[in-house]
């Protein structure tokens, strides 16, 4: 007989927990977030392989669970994962996976922990590759890619604008938000913004459209009024030749009226020459 040793139980802990953040301190943060992940969905759309969200927990080990210790970047995205609905972003239910970037919009009452406490957080636990922060009333932006396991400052651009190599996008300021552009410098637009190009772009063509068709009616009325022309010049033409033949006639019938004078004068005995 065997005996079988029993293995104590392993008890995993829950994935399926609610978002447990703050409200956010400001429109202005609301904005912010509503725009980074609008921006996104929208130049993303073809693509099922990643998830953004903005002010939802990040769960990432019992100890922080227990401790309710949460973590909700305002705004962050996973590559090479499932696009769908969450709750929370719970890691030990999505394979391991942490945030590829990570942006924080700064305030009075978070700035301190975004630069210091959460900086570390995102180096030497997530190991995040990007992260991000910006401040919508002072417009502090500034960018750190992870090398070696340390956050080394991300060099802007002539334009200003922070490379995220993990986005494949720059980061920038414009209109006094924090923007996506692409890799030659094209804003990202909203979906409002996107829709106002389209019908603008729809109203330039039907513009074009209608200038070809008002020129090719000025070319048809140009060619009709050319032939008009034409025509009246032939008709007095015509009309120059039908008074240079009424001339001849009348001078013909002047002349055999003359003719029919002269040969009835003789035949009255009469010389038409002294007459």
């Not at 693509?47 to 969200?53: F, M, R």
């Not at 939802?56 to 973590?71: G, M, V």
């Not at 239910?93 to 990570?102: R, W």
């Not at 063509?205 to 090719?216: A, C, P």
Request: aromatic share 10%.
């Amino acid at each position: 007989m065997t005996t079988l040793d029993i293995l104590p139980e392993v008890t995993c802990p829950p994935t399926d927990l609610w978002s447990d953040e703050p409200p956010l301190e400001s429109d202005l943060h609301l904005q912010q977030i509503i725009i980074l992940l609008s921006c996104l969905e929208l130049l993303w759309q073809e693509k099922n392989d990643y998830y953004a969200s903005g002010n939802l927990t990040i769960y990432y080990n019992e100890e922080q669970l227990k401790k309710r210790d949460f973590c909700g970047p305002d705004f962050f995205v996973v590559l090479d994962t499932e696009k769908r609905p969450r709750k929370s972003w719970v890691v030990w239910g999505e394979q391991g996976k942490y945030p590829n970037v990570i942006v924080e919009i700064l305030s009075d009452s978070t700035a301190n922990i975004d630069r210091t406490k959460k900086k570390i957080l995102y180096q030497n636990t997530f190991r995040t590759p990007n992260y991000f922060w910006f401040d919508p009333n002072t417009l502090e932006f500034q960018g750190f890619r992870l090398i070696e396991g340390q956050y080394q400052a991300i060099s802007a651009n002539e334009q200003g604008y922070l490379w995220s190599e993990e986005l494949g996008l720059y980061l920038g300021i414009f209109d006094r938000k924090l923007r996506y552009f692409t890799v030659d410098g094209q804003l990202v637009p909203t979906p409002q913004e996107a829709e106002l190009q389209q019908r603008q772009a729809k109203e330039q063509i039907l513009l074009e459209k209608e200038q070809i068709l008002l020129e090719k009616e000025q070319e048809r009325q140009a060619k009709e009024q050319a032939l008009l022309e034409k025509e009246q010049a032939l008709l007095e033409k015509e009309q120059e030749q039908q008074a240079k033949e009424q001339a001849l006639l009348e001078k013909e019938q002047e002349r055999q009226a003359k003719e029919r004078l002269a040969a009835k004068l003789r035949e009255l005995g009469i010389n038409p020459q002294t007459i």
